[in-house]
DNA sequence: CCTAATATGATGCAGGTGCATCTATATGCT
DNA sequence: AGCATATAGATGCACCTGCATCATATTAGG
């Protein structure tokens, strides 16, 4: 059987454990700040990225690693919310375009803070420049 | 504004992305081969190394960082597939003990391989012994 | 052209999670 | 002792997620 090394499970417990403390911790931040959730910042990102065009649902998912229904559900959470606006466009009539509202692009704007903080005090502040770029090669390897 | 570097954006979103396909991974192989998610399996191996007293939900709760109600329905579960079992004890008789039923110990060690596979392969594989011990390093600076 | 296969997105259902609250027991304070 | 407070664990409710499947539109093959 394959087994293995302690150094391989202590490097997965620990990316475990922390990517999820981390990840429980900002959520808290943005919930205590009464804004969206992360998943909902990302999909902000990603559609005022995207610009005039707007942006399609499945390059959504493909982009932010969710599954089809997943984004099909986040984004009518999404637009019940206000924050976005889904038009079917005449070019391929299965498919639609996504936008930013008014809302949807303030609420972006109030989340990045808060996130920023959240990055720059608890990542920023305990990995060196030097550090966060070693850690994000050696995460790519994992890829 | 607090602005969090290039380098600081760049490890978090491979963090999240990473650490993400991969528990995505593992649970795929668990559920392919007919057995318990990830979070079952770190239950069952606390209890079993906890011995012959059993453990507490409480510190179990504490251990695996999971929310108080969140370990009393994931041991509803395991109750009713029969993989562990619940004893209150005179000690303190708000509290109780957890066992693991023989199918609880079959089951973990139905588990070991399948999971020690997907480390001995996604994380050894792409890790060396000393880029592992960088990684775990680095994630325990930012707990 | 007509049919099969494929792509895009939605949805019913079962089960998991967060939040607040509840019950029961134990401990501390006066 | 008597009452407030704290600790251990369970639970109702709303919401979220995974899985399977559906509906519709498009593309490919004969």
Do not use: C, H, N
């Not at 943005?30 to 959730?37: G, M, Q, T, Y």
């Not at 808060?114 to 420049?129: H, M, N, Q």
């Amino acid at each position: 059987m394959k087994t293995p090394s302690k150094e391989t499970q202590a490097a997965w417990r620990a990316l475990l454990s922390v990517s999820k403390s981390l990840v429980e911790s900002i959520e808290r931040d943005l919930k205590a700040a009464d804004l969206a959730p992360l998943a909902w910042y990302d999909v902000l990102l990603e559609i005022e990225k995207a610009g005039e065009d707007g942006i399609r649902p499945f390059e959504l998912q493909e982009r932010l690693l969710l599954p089809q229904y997943g984004m099909s559900r986040l984004l009518d959470r999404m637009d019940t919310a206000g924050l976005i606006r889904r038009e079917t466009f005449g070019d391929d009539r299965r498919g639609q375009s996504v936008f930013l509202t008014p809302e949807g692009k303030a609420m972006r704007e109030r989340i990045w803070p808060v996130y920023a903080g959240f990055l720059a005090d608890r990542i920023g502040g305990a990995l060196s420049e030097k550090d966060a770029i070693v850690m994000r090669d050696l995460l790519r390897k994992l890829a």
